[in-house]
Nanobody, 126 residues
């Protein structure tokens, strides 16, 4: 059974950093597209990044490109996303998603992903 478990969110002061984790269970971690999305209250969910964990392309939204580092630990089936220089506008719910068997140019659209983590809240304060 495919399952994604997220952690790492919380409260942080503006200018700080957080590392979000997404642990994958139930499928071969290195054969999939994974996406990272965020949804602020009252707004639609938007794509932040996508990655082919098998070594294909990685795409990152311009709004976070200079502040986001994506890494993975294949032995732990875990995707990490560290975002630096957090600002109030980064206050939102972040979610990871996966689509096993899909690789290469991984999509941004949430409709492309069938498996989702529970989400993790990030709150930035001044």
């Amino acid at each position: 059974q495919v399952q994604l478990v997220e952690s790492g969110g919380g409260s942080v002061q503006a200018g700080g950093s957080l590392r979000l984790s997404c642990v994958a269970y139930g499928y071969a971690f290195m054969t999939t597209c994974m996406g990272w999305f965020r949804q602020a209250p009252g707004k639609e969910r938007e794509g932040v990044a996508s990655i082919d964990t098998g070594g294909g392309s990685t795409y990152v939204a311009d709004s976070v490109k200079a502040r986001l580092t994506i890494s993975q630990d294949n032995a732990k089936s875990t995707l990490y996303r560290q975002i630096n220089s957090l600002d109030y506008v980064d206050t939102t719910m972040y979610s990871c998603a996966a689509e096993p068997g899909l690789g290469g140019s991984c999509p941004w659209q949430q409709s492309a992903y069938n498996y989702w983590g529970q989400g993790t809240q990030v709150t930035v304060s001044y």
